[in-house]
């Protein structure tokens, strides 16, 4: 069975970084996109960027640019999402999912880390 | 970037009912090459993640009722669930693949 465990909730001061871990299983990362999306409270759902299964450059939305990272570590099947700079406009569910190619749908997707953002 | 937009922003349907949003591209997501349409469409229930119900604009993923059907092409699409059951109450997106930025449409309440 194919499931992303992500870790749990965080509450940071502003100007402080997060990182956010996601534990594949039942699939090989090598195999497989993993997309990051985020959702701030009673909002929608914006995408910040993928991690390839190779391990090459990764794409990330432009409005992150400069202080998002995304790392993997495949002999933990383990993906990693940090973003530095935090403000209260950060303050959201992060969800990780899994995409097949390049341009694809995301399924399934984790069960998302909530980001608490307050001094 | 390709602008995502849904319609109505809430929809309250009897149990049993027919229920239809919308969703338009600022671009078309059909590509041209193999004639899919980059579209899909999410249910997401309270306190859950996402769940992908449809993908390219109107193949149901495994496991979906067959209640539940997408339609169109190019840039004006629909989902429509045909008898509305009380499991179905949910946040339902639309989101394009044809190219990054990846992005959903703001979103439709379904109620009863």
């Known amino acids: 069975q194919v499931k ?14 997060v990182n956010i871990s996601c534990q594949a299983s039942g699939y090989s990362l090598s ?22 299964p190779s391990g090459g450059r990764n794409t990330y939305a432009q409005q992150f640019q400069g202080r998002i990272l995304m790392t993997r570590d495949t002999s933990t099947t383990t993906v990693y999402l940090q973003l530095t700079g935090l403000t209260s406009q950060d303050t959201a569910v992060y969800y990780c999912a899994r995409g097949p190619t390049v341009r694809s749908l995301f399924d399934p997707w984790g069960q998302g880390t909530l980001v608490t953002v307050s001094s | 970037e390709i602008v ?12 049993g009912e027919r229920a239809t949003i919308y969703c338009k591209s600022s671009q078309s997501v059909l590509y041209n090459s193999n004639n ?20 390219w604009a109107s193949t149901r993923e495994s496991g979906v009722p ?20 009380a499991e179905d109450v949910a946040v339902y997106y639309c989101q394009q693949y044809y190219n990054s930025p990846f992005t959903f449409g703001p979103g439709t309440r379904v109620d009863f």
């Open chain 1, 4 to 17: 992303l465990v992500q870790s749990g909730a965080e509450v940071k001061e502003p100007g402080a970084s």
């Open chain 2, 66 to 85: 067959d209640r539940f059907s997408g339609s169109g092409s190019g840039t004006e699409f629909s989902l429509t669930i045909s008898s509305l059951q």
């Open chain 2, 4 to 15: 995502m937009t849904q319609s109505p922003k809430s929809l309250s349907v009897s149990l």
């Open chain 1, 31 to 52: 195999d497989y996109y993993v997309h990051w999306v985020r959702q701030a409270p009673g909002q929608g759902l914006e995408w910040m960027g993928m991690i390839t």
């Open chain 2, 36 to 55: 899919k349409n980059y579209l899909g469409w999410y249910q997401q229930r309270p306190g859950q993640p996402p769940k992908l119900i449809i993908s």
